[in-house]
């Protein structure tokens, strides 16, 4: 009868005990779901996850890209031959494309930034090449705390079907940030279609 009773006895307390490892179990994972989503954007940054459009965060806040078109810039022949030193020339065999980009600091402290942080990615008949901005109207400069900027930055690349990415480098970030802008198809000379 006494061991009847302790047989009784014990299957409650096991059973208590497996609930205890359940509840545990589960909150383990929930607690390691939740750190894996709040981790630095820069474990996604490889895959290319982020597109035109979309608030990327930053260690200072959100980098953003609004729009990518083509720029119809100056070529050699409007300027006769004479370039030399001019902004925005557009070379034979050559594209320019726009993109327009937004900085917002949500940190307690002013931070500044570069151009040189931005370079175009462009995968032309299977070359990858890291562009830098030839013109544009982001100057370098300082965001206080809770502000924002908007420019645009110009790139030049070959006149030929690609698919690019906007690189910035985020100084409080061992990885950049990598922003899809997709695939453009060039057709003739000063016009350029993008495909997301």
């Not at 750190?35 to 630095?40: A, F, H, K, Q, Y």
């Not at 151009?115 to 901005?133: I, M, W």
């Not at 690189?167 to 057709?187: E, K």
Request: charged share 15%.
């Amino acid at each position: 009868m006494a061991s009847a009773q302790a047989c009784i006895q014990a299957r409650p307390l096991r059973w208590g005990w497996l609930v205890v490892a359940i509840a545990t179990t589960t909150a383990l994972l929930g607690v390691l779901l939740s750190v894996r989503t709040l981790m630095p954007t820069s474990q996604h940054h490889g895959s290319g996850s982020f597109a035109i459009g979309d608030d990327v965060p930053t260690s200072f806040g959100i980098v953003a890209v609004e729009f990518v078109r083509s720029v119809d810039g100056v070529t050699h022949r409007a300027l006769a031959g004479a370039t030399h030193g001019v902004s925005g020339l557009v070379g034979d065999g050559k594209q320019q494309i726009q993109v327009a980009v937004a900085l917002t600091n949500r940190g307690k402290q002013p931070m500044t930034y570069s151009v040189r942080q931005f370079q175009l990615r462009a995968t032309v008949k299977g070359k990858t090449s890291l562009l830098p901005a030839t013109a544009g109207d982001l100057p370098d400069g300082r965001i206080l705390p809770d502000a924002g900027i908007e420019g645009h930055l110009d790139f030049t690349l070959p006149a030929a079907d690609a698919t690019m990415s906007l690189v910035f480098h985020d100084a409080g970030r061992s990885a950049p940030v990598v922003i899809g802008l997709g695939r453009i198809t060039a057709t003739v000379p000063g016009s350029v279609h993008t495909h997301g």
